[in-house]
């Protein structure tokens, strides 16, 4: 398992200096998020209008770092290097998953392509902004799904099926663009393995997501990766 350890080392290494930053712009809607579920409890956050973004995932992760490394008492604030380095750790783990996607997608040079996700600027601003987490946690929970789904095709296990569900609904419960793309991504995939005319579905799956007519579901994942 030298490639998985080297992946996750070229992850954090890139992302070393980010464990030292503090809280930058909007970081501060943080401490407004735990006041509110201090005063309303998590159903405020799930359940109602409250939170100024419908982030349910998102918030319920800082609520629960909140809860087992507390604020710094020189300021009264969360301390800022523990979402940096869940930040990072989530991304990592997204990193290890798209391999294993392209793995079972049967994709050459599977563990390079995740490898430059890994370690592109790209994804610095959803990194190493504690913000921004809602785009690396919906990014694991969508590759997840892929990577159930893919094994429930192989397999046709139900359960893989369920889990495949249960992994997208959470990452599809947040805002932004990177929720679109998700779902872009699972209809194209959707129409890709729909049972049929194999020529039709790709087709189809070609207008909902671009994937090519020749390679089928193959480009699905890499096409959503670079979109993210």
């Not at 030298?2 to 954090?12: E, G, K, N, R, S």
């Not at 030292?20 to 409890?41: E, H, K, P, S, Y």
């Not at 809602?134 to 590759?143: G, I, Q």
Request: charged share 15%; proline share 5%.
């Amino acid at each position: 398992m030298w490639q998985a350890a080297a992946l996750l080392a070229a992850t954090l290494l890139a992302y070393l200096p980010v464990l030292d930053a503090g809280f930058i712009w909007n970081d501060d809607d943080l401490t407004a998020i735990l006041a509110l579920v201090q005063r309303q409890g998590l159903s405020a956050i799930w359940f109602s209008s409250e939170a100024f973004n419908y982030w349910p995932m998102t918030w319920t992760s800082y609520w629960i770092e909140h809860q087992v490394f507390g604020t710094n008492p020189a300021t009264g604030l969360p301390h800022p290097t523990s979402y940096h380095v869940i930040n990072v750790l989530l991304h990592a783990t997204a990193s290890l998953l798209l391999w294993r996607v392209l793995v079972q997608l049967g994709v050459p040079g599977a563990w390079l392509a995740a490898s430059v996700f890994a370690v592109h600027p790209v994804n610095v601003e959803s990194v190493a902004w504690i913000t921004q987490r809602k785009n690396v946690l919906a990014m694991v929970f969508y590759l997840v799904a892929m990577w159930q789904f893919l094994d429930f095709e192989q397999t046709s296990r139900r359960s893989r099926y369920l889990a495949a569900v249960v992994a997208f609904l959470p990452g599809h419960a947040q805002q932004g663009s990177h929720r679109g793309n998700a779902d872009a991504a699972a209809g194209t995939g959707l129409v890709a393995t729909w049972p049929g005319d194999p020529d039709r579905c790709c087709e189809n799956a070609a207008l909902l997501g671009g994937v090519d007519r020749d390679e089928r579901s193959r480009d699905l994942v890499p096409a959503s990766a670079g979109d993210w």
